[in-house]
């Protein structure tokens, strides 16, 4: 569904100027499952070629490492998805839990769900650390719960046209995870000043009370807006950190958990022994505008 908004590149465009061919997708084929059988196993047997491999959704691993609460004809998908990696020559987990293990991953965990190759922030999921696909790439991880959408069909075009796509620590393309998504967000203003909303439908920022992960987020999401248009923040709704291994958090997403009044997770560079201080500051700096919460997010 994601997918389906991107327009730099479109989906449509990502097909006829870029020279890829869909072998199967369950929303867009059309195909009946007979041909999927078929395809795998032409894969399996090197006579189809795998160029990219997406896998979207977390991986089940349990029942004890069989991979049996998730089958399909008679074997885990676990396992058809390791014999599918070592026939691709780029693997992409599209979305948080492929990437990471994301909310099927989160507490308790019932099913043993892990990303592909990384199980939250630790490397090695399904696949080792080491693991290396026939490009000798890394599993490239376009985090979001849902993975934007042009960070998708840009990741896919940059792979098609050969072009290079640095990885971050998280093995995430840095062009699409370099920023935060508190740059660009219309609320940035009021967190300088201290303007802090602590009820929902105002204009000031949510990351002080309402549990906004925007300062501590890596993603496009406020530079490169969703349908052209919003983001969460700008629709007054706190960033949940979707992006990161750690997502979903086992806590009040609507909360921002504090020690005394400063928040546990400070935005990303900023010393704890000089936020409160600075904070009073800029508060008492505060324009009457920006008091006043006369800004449009």
């Known amino acids: 569904m994601s997918i389906l908004c991107a327009d730099s590149p479109s989906l449509e465009e990502l097909l006829d100027q870029y020279g890829i ?140 046209s050969g072009l290079p796509l640095e990885l971050d620590h998280l093995n995430r393309p840095k062009d699409f995870f370099n920023s935060l998504v508190h740059q660009g967000c219309t609320r940035n203003e009021y967190h300088e000043y201290d303007v802090e909303d602590s009820a929902f439908g105002e204009k000031g920022c949510l990351f002080f009370n309402l549990g906004c992960q925007g300062p501590t987020t890596h993603a496009i999401c406020n530079t490169e807006l969703w349908n052209g248009r919003s983001s969460k923040t700008r629709a007054g709704v706190p960033c949940f950190g979707c992006t990161s291994p750690d997502f979903p958090l086992d806590q009040d997403l609507f909360r921002t958990e504090k020690i005394g009044a400063v928040p546990i997770n400070l935005p990303l560079g900023v010393e704890r022994a000089n936020y409160m201080a600075y904070k009073s500051l800029a508060h008492e700096a505060a324009p009457e505008r920006v008091l006043n919460k006369e800004m449009d997010p």
């Open 21 to 160: 061919d869909i072998l199967w997708q369950p929303s867009l084929s059309s195909e009946p499952k007979g041909k999927l059988d078929a395809l795998i196993e032409a894969i399996l047997r090197d006579e189809q070629r795998l160029d990219i491999l997406c896998i979207e959704g977390s991986i089940m691993t349990g029942p004890n490492g069989s991979g049996l609460y998730d089958p399909y004809r008679g074997r885990s998908k676990m396992s058809l998805v390791r014999e599918l990696a070592e026939k691709c020559r780029y693997l992409v987990a599209m979305g948080t839990c492929a990437a990471f293990g994301g909310v099927h991953a989160a507490p308790p965990n019932p099913t043993d769900c892990t990303g592909i190759q990384f199980d939250k922030k630790l490397p090695g999921g399904l696949l080792p650390a080491e693991w290396r696909s026939r490009a000798g790439a890394p599993v490239i991880n376009v985090s979001g719960c849902p993975a934007h959408p042009n960070a998708m069909t840009k990741t896919l075009a940059m792979l098609a």
